[in-house]
C-alpha cells in the first residue's frame, strides 16, 4: 500500500514539473548541499499586508524605523536604467492632455527627461552639485537648483519626481513644493516595499539612500492626503516601481 502512494505522489510530481514546465516556469529542488539563498530584511505579515500608519508617520505603519539622516545619491552616470517606464508614462500623459511644458524633480542625470521630452519645454531641478554637471552636460537647457524653501518663478503643467520621495527626509516639504509650482499634474514614483528581493516591512530600507519605503496601500493613502489621486500602478514588477498619477487640490 506504501508503494503505491508512493508511485501515485511521483507521478503527480512529475506531471506538475511538466506542467509548469509547458508555463515557462521550472521548480528546482534544493540540493542538500547547497547553501540557503542570502534573503535579508522582514517581509509583511499576512495581515499587515494592507497596513496603514498614522498621517504623522507618512501613513507607514507604525513600528517602521525611518531613516534619521540623509545622504547625497550621485545619479550623474545613471541613463535609464530605472524608472524608464515612468517617463514613458509621463510622456504619454504629457501628450495626450496637450500639455506644453514639464519640470522634472529631483532630475539626476536628466537623461531620460532629455530622452523622452525631446520638443518639449523642461526644465530639471536637482541639488547644486548635480546642477553644475548638468549645465556643462546640456548647457541649452534649464537647470536650477532645488531649494524646498524657495519656490522657483517657471511654468509647469506637469511635474515629474521619479523615486525621489523615498531620499527626502520630509517628504511633505517635497509635496508642498510640487504644488507650489501649481501643475496640471503630478507623476511620482517610489519602490513598493512589499515588492523589493529584500524586504524590510519594518525599516529602515536596505538601500542605504532611502529614508522610507512606503508599501503599495501606504503611498496612495499618504499621496491621497495630498492630491487626488487618478492612477494608481506597478510600472516595473522587477524593479519594484510603483507609479502614481495625480492632480492638485484646487482651493475654491
Not at 501613513?59 to 517602521?64: A, M, Q, R, S
Not at 545619491?73 to 500639455?99: G, I
Not at 525599516?203 to 487626488?228: D, V
Request: hydrophobic share 35%; aromatic share 12%.
Amino acid at each position: 500500500m506504501a508503494d503505491a502512494y508512493q508511485t501515485i505522489v511521483d507521478k503527480l510530481k512529475t506531471n506538475l514539473h511538466r506542467s509548469f514546465a509547458l508555463l515557462g516556469f521550472d521548480i528546482i529542488r534544493k540540493r542538500p548541499e547547497e547553501p540557503e539563498l542570502p534573503v535579508t530584511g522582514t517581509f509583511p505579515p499576512h495581515d499587515e499586508w494592507l497596513s496603514l500608519g498614522q498621517p504623522e508617520h507618512y501613513f507607514i505603519h507604525d513600528g517602521y524605523r525611518h531613516r534619521s539622516e540623509a545622504i547625497y545619491f550621485a545619479d550623474t552616470q545613471n541613463t535609464d536604467q530605472w524608472q524608464k517606464e515612468v517617463y514613458r508614462f509621463a510622456r504619454e500623459v504629457f501628450d495626450q492632455k496637450h500639455l506644453t511644458a514639464v519640470c522634472d524633480v529631483g532630475c539626476g542625470s536628466a537623461y531620460k527627461l532629455i530622452t523622452y521630452f525631446r520638443g518639449a519645454n523642461v526644465v530639471g531641478l536637482d541639488v547644486a552639485k548635480t546642477c553644475e554637471w548638468l549645465k556643462t552636460k546640456y548647457p541649452r537647457q534649464t537647470w536650477m537648483e532645488l531649494d524646498f524653501k524657495t519656490t522657483p518663478q517657471l511654468s509647469a503643467d506637469l511635474v515629474i519626481a521619479a523615486d525621489v520621495i523615498e531620499h527626502v527626509l520630509d517628504p511633505n516639504e517635497l509635496l508642498s513644493y510640487i504644488a507650489s509650482l501649481n501643475p496640471k499634474y503630478v507623476v511620482l514614483s517610489t519602490p513598493d516595499r512589499n515588492l523589493l528581493r529584500s524586504g524590510t516591512h519594518s525599516g529602515p530600507p536596505h538601500n542605504p539612500a532611502h529614508i522610507r519605503e512606503w508599501s503599495f496601500s501606504q503611498f496612495e493613502a499618504y499621496i491621497g492626503s495630498r492630491f487626488h489621486v487618478l492612477e494608481h500602478f506597478v510600472s516595473n514588477s522587477a524593479q519594484a516601481t510603483q507609479c502614481l498619477l495625480c492632480a492638485p487640490r484646487r482651493t475654491e
